[in-house]
């Protein structure tokens, strides 16, 4: 359905154009929507059988078990802009309905490429560790022709501590005895 709709509106358009200029990052749904097909045998979604946006070799088969996972390990980011993306930490998590597999052999790759602009993940959380997101915004500038001193920080305590607030303002407002 989501696939459907950026068709209507121009969204699809709008990302196959960008792909050809700047670096194009599809996540968990983003990721099945841009390979070849996903295919939906067992109705988890509206049936059938759909196009994908073709940016990517991978098929995906929507299946009625879903994939929850907690994942972590080292990047091996395929060939292109980011393709020196070797070895860096992640901690991340899957939840997606499906099986995708990669016309280049074997299954789902943790990050796929086209060799160019295009990558895809089922990794939600892939730019939340480490100096990921720093050194993609690192390298976009420099393509960009822009110098700028990024200064990183832990992600993950911010996270920690925003949910620290939030957890003081449930106590604060609820009789947590009761």
Known sequence: ADLKWMRESGLEAAVLS???????????????????KIGDPENVEQGGEIRGMGLLTHSTVLLKDK?????????????????SFKDKEYTGYEIHMGKTT????????????????????????????????????????????ICTEIENFDYASVKKHNYDQLADMIRGNMDMDM
């Open 18 to 36: 960008a792909s050809k200029r700047i670096p194009v990052f599809g996540i968990c749904g983003g990721y099945q929507m841009l390979g070849s």
């Open 67 to 83: 994939t929850r996972k907690q994942i972590s390990g080292k990047t091996d980011f395929p060939e292109g802009v980011f393709g």
């Open 102 to 145: 990669s016309d280049k052999g074997g299954g789902a790759c943790l990050i796929e490429g086209n060799g160019d602009l295009v990558y895809g993940s089922y990794v939600h959380g892939l730019f939340d560790c480490g100096s990921i997101a720093e050194d993609i915004v690192r390298i976009l500038a420099e393509r960009k022709g």
